[in-house]
């Protein structure tokens, strides 16, 4: 009992470090870029082995609430890397995702169709199928626009609801802090997802941070196993 009690304590711990990082350095994060740039690597490495980090950035896009997640991984960025463009395997190690199509891939991007259980209400499943476009610029970022034209003419940089995947070498290369920033709209997911969120809007950010928090321990997950 004593050491489930201690252990519930170290992760509150834990936790209230994390918020107080995330609050400390965020001031000082310069216009576009992203809240985490602004750390201290050595703080930065510290933060995230202490377990995962989860937050709204705000300074990125101007009027724009992205959710963020951070972690720490045991594994060097080529193997991350690899681990986040094995699409076969995320219906294995992401369950809301039911099944990837790979339309097409090279070396500078990936066009892939998705389809993903978005979340139940009540009786109503809210589920998505969508195409992105992964855009390849290795060996640290991977940056996610629509697969349509519109996204295609803006380009990666322009593209407001763009997702990305930053890597950073940790420990001498032999680790990563991986990053994952996300913003999307539950209201593509038809009238039920556009009925929930003008009803309660601070849903659609609980999800984004749930997403990031997801994709990032998968990615974690698969990199340090080796599989």
């Known amino acids: 009992m ?23 350095f ?24 202490s377990g995962r980090v989860a937050f709204v950035d705000r300074s990125r896009r101007s009027g724009k609430e992205l959710g963020v997640a951070g972690v720490y991984i045991k594994a060097p960025p080529e193997k991350v890397w690899a681990a986040i463009t ?17 339309l097409e891939k090279n070396s500078k991007f990936a066009r892939v169709k998705f389809s993903m259980f978005l979340i139940k209400l009540g009786p109503v499943k809210i589920q998505s199928d969508y195409s992105q ?3 390849y610029e290795k060996p640290d970022r991977i940056t996610i626009v629509s697969d349509d ?11 407001a609801n763009a997702t990305v995947w930053e890597l950073v070498p940790a420990n001498k290369g032999a ?7 996300t913003i999307s709209d539950l209201r593509d997911g038809g009238i ?12 659609q950010i609980g999800f ?9 321990a998968a990615i974690k997950k698969k990199a340090e196993s080796g599989k």
């Open 86 to 102: 094995d699409f076969s395997a995320y219906p294995k190690i992401i369950p809301q995702i039911t099944d990837v199509k790979v």
């Open 133 to 135: 476009k992964w855009l």
């Open 208 to 216: 984004d941070l749930a997403n990031a928090l997801t994709q990032t």
């Open 175 to 181: 680790a990563t802090l991986l990053f994952y920033t």
């Open 26 to 49: 965020s001031s000082s994060a310069k216009a576009g870029e992203p809240i985490w740039k602004s750390f201290d690597k050595a703080q930065l490495e510290k933060l995230l082995a």
């Open 192 to 203: 039920a997802g556009r009925y929930m969120v003008d009803r309660q809007p601070t849903i």
């Open 149 to 159: 034209k519109k996204a295609e003419k803006q380009g990666a940089g322009e593209d």
């Open 2 to 24: 004593l050491k489930k009690k201690s252990n519930e304590i170290s992760a509150v711990k834990r936790l209230l470090f994390a918020v107080a990082a995330v609050l400390l």
